[in-house]
């Protein structure tokens, strides 16, 4: 699934974010999502979140669906 809408996207889901930094090369970070920055219901970049480890970045893949 893909991590544009927001409504598929809550705390607790492993996901794959892409962070600013890796933004140009598009690499991936996996993580589970502990807060969502997002408020929009989408994102065409993907929604913002910060996961459990602090990091925050848009989700491009959500890998655990619920």
Do not use: C, F, W, Y
Request: aromatic share 0%; hydrophobic share 35%.
């Amino acid at each position: 699934m893909s991590g544009k809408l927001r409504a598929d996207i809550r705390p607790g889901l492993e996901v794959d974010i892409v962070l600013k930094q890796d933004q140009r090369t598009g690499k991936r970070t996996r993580g589970i999502v502990k807060d969502i920055l997002t408020n929009s219901p989408q994102h065409p970049h993907g929604i913002k979140v910060r996961l459990a480890n602090g990091m925050v970045g848009r989700v491009q893949e959500i890998i655990q669906p619920k």
